[in-house]
């Protein structure tokens, strides 16, 4: 088993993402906290619930989104969603009810009795996320929720993801796209090798990342990296396109010196950007230091 | 507490249908539910002098047989493949809601197959002396087969239905030549009768027989008795070795 001692909280109702490279053990995770793995050992409760003790009330208040597309192909989107729906107890007034909502919003219902095995992956996508809130659950475990699927598809689920957390559903997502956790997440845990390397909110996690804040610029002729990487205080150059980024704690310092360099080199300076570090900087740091 | 064992009841059944729609079309499922039996009493009828009357049980209790165990050892591998087990197991319900579900299809496809044979044995003029002894023991008897079905699944932890299938083909097919099917059990040798008496198929057999042909080789009480703590025995056994290996599966 890839994790290793991990211990966070997540806040009710807060959109919590849960970050890593491949293997990294978020997967398995998600797993043991929606009781398909059993831990080693160790404890986790939701809600106030232990998930292992008290299982059938955890589950109970989850929708749960897999990294696998796991509806079944052989019966139709409604059948699907109906079956669901009698997983979780929900009465068969309100199934049928919720199950037409959905199918409607996510724009499934006029295909609602065609076999799920003629389905496009994105409309699969939006199939597993109606089953996942046939139950209107407190919390939505999501696995890599828009993994594999068109820039359309990617936004729509990704606002439906943000209207189900305004609406009060606490939602724990996994990705390994740093920009969707960026736009999505209260709070980002972000794991290498089954251990949390760290947790905070995007911004400050961006902040606190000293090392990592850049200068960008171009010339008007080509310059090497190598000289760039020369000049005082710079702790790294690195192309990008047309232009350089050259890393240091202070950028405000190295801008006087960048500047003497291009003087003494009768270079002109076409453009010239300072930047604070990506949150895509942080996690590789992050993920190389741990 | 009583409310969470109902609950958890009426989510079998959610099971069930959702079998019901997947399964019983499945080409193993028709392979070994309804073609196999079907040609393996159609070779022990052909060229043999034999009345109706002692036909019918035989054909009865292999189609119960065949039908009810078809279903049971298909559905964890298939699902394991799947990757629904993991939906299911993500679901509030637990391992033997599942498994009970497992078993109401499979007990159901076995019941309503098993009413051909019935209905081809009133077509030719058979005569069913005993109706309700036979209702009660195609219904107890399914049952006790369905749970056996998922016993066959139990172990080891596969997710290829066509190993399974196989597998259980092993234990099936013996199981139908000790049961008194294709000979009556009073004329099975002595180490004969000492094999079929471990075979649960024989007690239905033999209620099949009394139902029919009225006379039975053992007491009818027995006969329910076994298939009662035979279905029992297979169930808990099934859903205890299911719990151990389901981690194995996902």
Known sequence: MAVDHVSFQVQKGELFGFLGPNAAGKTTTIRMLTGVIKPDEGTASIFGYDILREGLKTRQLMGIVPEMANAYVDLSAWNNLILIGELYGVPKGLRQERATKLLKEFGLYERRNHLVKGYS?????????????????????????????????????????????????????????????????????????????????????????????????????????????????????????????????????????????????RLKIISLNTLAPTLEDVFLKLVKES | MENLYWEQFKRSFAIMKKNIRIYYSKGPVVIFGLITPFFLFLSFYIGRNM????????????????????????????????????????????????????????????????????????????????????????????????????????????????????LSSMIKFPLVFISGIFIPIEELPGWGKVLSSISPLTYFTDLARYSIQGNSYYPIALNFTVLVVATIIFLVTAIKIHERTMQKRL
């Open chain 1, 121 to 265: 992956r994105g409309m699969k996508q939006k199939l597993l996320l109606c089953m996942a809130l046939i139950n209107e659950p407190q919390i939505l475990f999501l696995d890599e929720p828009t993994s594999g699927l068109d820039v359309e598809s990617q936004r729509m689920i990704k606002d439906m993801i943000r209207d189900f957390n305004k609406n009060g559903t606490t939602v724990f997502l996994t990705t390994h796209n740093m920009e969707e956790a960026n736009q999505l997440c209260d709070r980002i845990a972000i794991i290498n090798h089954g251990k949390i390397a760290a947790i905070d909110s995007p911004e400050k996690l961006r902040l606190r990342s000293s090392g990592l804040q850049s200068i960008e610029v171009s010339f008007d002729k080509t310059v090497s990296v190598e000289d760039l990487s020369k000049v005082q205080d710079v702790k790294e150059a690195r192309k990008t396109g047309d232009k350089v980024r050259l890393y240091a704690d202070e950028p405000s310092i190295v801008l006087d010196n960048l500047i003497d360099f291009a003087r003494s080199k």
């Open chain 2, 51 to 166: 009345p109706a009357e002692a036909l019918i049980p035989g054909l009865l209790g292999m189609t119960a047989f065949f039908t009810a165990t078809s279903v049971g050892p298909a559905i964890v591998p298939w699902e394991a493949r799947a990757k629904t087990l993991e939906r299911l197991i993500s679901s509030p319900i637990s391992v033997w809601t599942i498994f009970l579900g497992d078993v109401l299809s499979s007990f159901l496809f076995g019941v309503v197959v098993s009413i051909f044979p019935v209905i081809v044995g009133l077509f030719i003029g058979v005569q069913i002396v005993n109706p309700w002894i036979l209702g009660f023991g195609i219904i107890l008897a399914t049952f006790c087969f369905a749970s056996f079905s998922i016993l066959l699944s139990a172990y080891p932890p596969t997710d290829t239905p066509a190993g399974v299938m196989m």
